[in-house]
């Protein structure tokens, strides 16, 4: 499947997936793909996110789907909020450039470790290419989690994915803000060369259970915006982003379009099985702030 964006609302942070294009293939597919095909996919996807410039407050601001990447920074604090502690150890998957380092100090967390293959962005779904490679993710979060820590991210919904597709005409589909296309021979000439594989999310959370990972919590975009913006001090965090104008999606400064493309993805959180240990590391939370420089970051070859 290709998706092509109009604009890319970039976001990172745990397996974050904003709108970008999709290669052929996904979980399921009928064949296997070879190490080396493995290493360069993933240096493809890493030499895509790393040639991408960084924008200016202003160029980022004047972006077409600003209210929309507003719209994503607020589902992302939401959900640190709700599933964060202070002084929590925090590895964030697909951190992208650290665009989510002040939620993460707002949270109060303790330790924190940003990791990503490429210099911009990279995300959750790129590693459902095959069932083996979804698997050794599956596996290597669960490692890294205590019992009773937490998973959350974002991606695709799958399920909206193809229901759009099924009502389309053709095999593609979107609008002004981003194109949708299934046609494989085209992904494998299109000129914008970034793959991407859409998780249908029951295998997902078949596959995770495999690996202690049970679900707490999916919900699709819109879902989570009508029902977290009940809660005033939600509402209040998307009056200050300015993502829905005052918090109602009826008055939102977030173009139709913009909307339209929030519907295909979803929010999830997974807890691995076990009890949290009952004495945090509370100490962790007052180590004072510490400041990161660009020499403080190592970019590692793949």
Same mark, same amino acid.
């Given at each position: ?161 193809? *229901?759009? @597709?099924? #009502?389309?005409? %053709? =095999? $593609? ?8 296309? !299934?046609?494989? +021979? /085209? ?17 997902? *959370?078949? @596959?995770? #259970?495999?690996? %202690? =990972? $049970? ?8 879902? !989570?915006?009508? +029902? /977290? ?74």
């Amino acid at each position: 499947m290709n998706k092509r964006p109009r604009d890319d609302p970039s976001s990172s942070a745990y397996g974050a997936a904003p709108k970008r294009q999709y290669g052929a293939g996904g979980y399921g597919a009928q064949h296997q793909q070879g190490y080396s095909d493995e290493r360069n996919s993933a240096r493809r996807v890493a030499d895509h996110y790393s040639a991408r410039s960084n924008q200016t407050l202003e160029e980022r601001e004047n972006s077409p789907i600003i209210h929309l990447k507003k719209l994503n920074n607020w589902i992302k604090s939401v959900l640190i909020q709700l599933y964060a502690h202070p002084g929590d150890c925090v590895l964030d998957l697909a951190c992208g450039k650290g665009g989510d380092l002040i939620k993460w100090d707002k949270a109060r967390v303790g330790y924190y470790v940003g990791v990503d293959i490429a210099e911009g962005s990279f995300a959750l779904h790129y590693s459902w290419s095959t069932e083996a490679r979804a698997r050794q993710a599956l596996a290597n979060v669960s490692a890294l989690l205590r019992p009773g820590g937490i998973f959350v991210g974002t991606m695709p919904d799958a399920n909206v994915i193809i *229901k759009r @597709l099924r #009502e389309a005409e %053709g =095999l $593609e589909f979107g609008n002004s803000v981003y194109w949708i296309s !299934f046609d494989e +021979e /085209y992904a494998e000439k299109d000129a914008v060369d970034c793959p991407e594989w859409v998780v249908p999310f029951h295998l997902f *959370k078949l @596959l995770a #259970e495999e690996y %202690g =990972l $049970e679900l707490v919590l999916m919900k699709n975009f819109h879902e !989570f915006v009508h +029902e /977290y913006l009940q809660k005033p001090e939600f509402t209040e965090l998307m009056r200050r982003l300015g993502a829905l104008g005052d918090g109602r999606q009826d008055q939102s400064t977030l173009s139709q379009d913009e909307w339209e493309v929030s519907y295909l993805y979803l929010a999830f959180v997974l807890r691995k099985r076990g009890q949290l240990p009952t004495q945090r590391r509370a100490s962790n939370a007052n180590r004072g702030k510490m400041f990161l420089t660009e020499g403080d970051i190592e970019f590692l070859e793949t």
